[in-house]
Nanobody, 124 residues
Framework: QLQLVESGGGLVQPGGSLRLSCAASGVTLDSYTIGWFRQAPGKERQGVSAISASGRTDYMDSVKGRFTISRDNAKNMVYLQLNSLKPEDTAVYYC??????????????????WGQGTRVTVSS
């Protein structure tokens, strides 16, 4: 059974950086599309970025040029590099995985496997 564990969140000042990690166990991720999502207090969950099994990527408009998704299939890991962080990036970040289609979708209904989340707080 696929399990996902996020890490790397924390408190950072505006303009700072973090690297979030998503570690998978139970299956190998090389055939999976991975999505990163976030949910801020009182707000709906948003799709932030996704990477397909073939390495195609997509990003929500507000993070393009600041966030970078990548994967290391040998380590069964997916990463989200967060640069130039803004207070509005504050949220719990989740990774999710699914292997039914090779597209970098950020639609949360597509994913059936979710991690528990890691909190990112951007504040001075």
């Amino acid at each position: 059974q696929l399990q996902l564990v996020e890490s790397g969140g924390g408190l950072v000042q505006p303009g700072g950086s973090l690297r979030l990690s998503c570690a998978a166990s139970g299956v190998t991720l090389d055939s999976y599309t991975i999505g990163w999502f976030r949910q801020a207090p009182g707000k709906e969950r948003q799709g932030v970025s996704a990477i397909s099994a073939s390495g195609r990527t997509d990003y929500m408009d507000s993070v393009k040029g600041r966030f970078t998704i990548s994967r290391d299939n040998a380590k069964n890991m997916v990463y989200l590099q967060l640069n130039s962080l803004k207070p509005e990036d504050t949220a719990v970040y989740y990774c999710a995985a699914e292997n039914s289609a090779n597209v970098p979708t950020m639609a949360d209904y597509y994913y059936n496997n979710w991690g528990q989340g890691t909190r990112v707080t951007v504040s001075s």
